[in-house]
């Protein structure tokens, strides 16, 4: 199956610092989704991006599908931006999500 | 718009007892998926339904587990003699397939459920 790996595996920034998190992934998919996962295991939804860039306040994200990468930018990083990143993919419309192992962000205020 | 719901939350039992799950996935939304998540782990596949049709199972849902849609609506999952290692968080979620709703541009966006915490000791 699709293999999905995210990096760095845990990061931890000062309030107000700017920061990238990585998805690389092994085969074309048709769907990307990031995730933010809070303290209590809820996924939020951040961006559905199968490629181009989006922008929602601090965050963007981009998808290079010809090259099977994504990348989340925070930038001005909050203490609320600690938690989970999950990039997940899907192989054919509709189907099953395959997870990346997720990045720990800690931001210190 | 009222979102993924499941129930409950939280779930506690003893090794060798049945237990049960529900989610009510988001109203339009035909398609009704099954995770599970360990500690320090992304979820993982288990199951998906359209409509009531079941049209994928993962190797990680043994004989133990049953889910069911009957009527293409809510779903539940089943574990029966549960083990400790069942002990997980069981996510659900939902999207749409098929033409974007009033016309608008199709989206096959997954979107999750505050999931139940099952422990068994």
């Known amino acids: 199956g699709i293999q999905v790996e995210q990096s760095p595996p845990d990061l931890i920034l000062q309030e107000g610092a700017n920061s990238t998190l990585r998805c690389n992934f092994s085969?074309?998919?048709?769907?990307l989704q990031w995730f933010h996962q809070n303290p209590w295991g809820q996924l939020i939804n951040l961006f559905y991006?199968?490629?181009g860039t989006k922008q929602n306040g601090r965050l963007s994200a981009t998808t290079v599908a010809t090259e099977r990468y994504s990348l989340l930018y925070i930038s001005s990083s909050q203490t609320t931006d600690s938690g989970v990143y999950f990039c997940a993919v899907e192989r054919a419309a509709g189907n099953k999500l395959t997870f990346g192992g997720g990045t720990r962000v800690l931001v210190k205020p | 718009d009222t979102g993924v719901s499941q129930d409950p939350r939280h779930k506690i039992t003893k090794r060798g007892q049945n237990v049960t799950f529900r989610c009510d996935p988001i109203s339009e939304h035909n398609r009704l998926y099954w995770y599970r998540q360990t500690l320090g782990q992304g979820p993982e596949f288990l199951t998906y339904f359209q409509n009531e049709a079941q049209l994928e199972k993962s190797r990680l849902l043994s004989d133990r587990f049953s889910a069911e849609r009957p009527k293409g609506s809510f779903s539940t999952l089943e574990i029966q003699r549960t083990e400790q290692g069942d002990s997980a968080m069981y996510l659900c979620?939902?999207?749409?397939?098929?033409?974007?709703?009033?016309?608008?541009?199709?989206?096959?966006?997954?979107?999750f459920g505050p999931g139940t915490r099952l422990t068994v000791t």
């Open positions: 085969d074309s998919v048709n769907n």
């Open positions: 979620a939902s999207s749409r397939i098929g033409p974007g709703l009033a016309g608008g541009i199709p989206s096959y966006e997954q979107y």
């Open positions: 991006i199968p490629s």
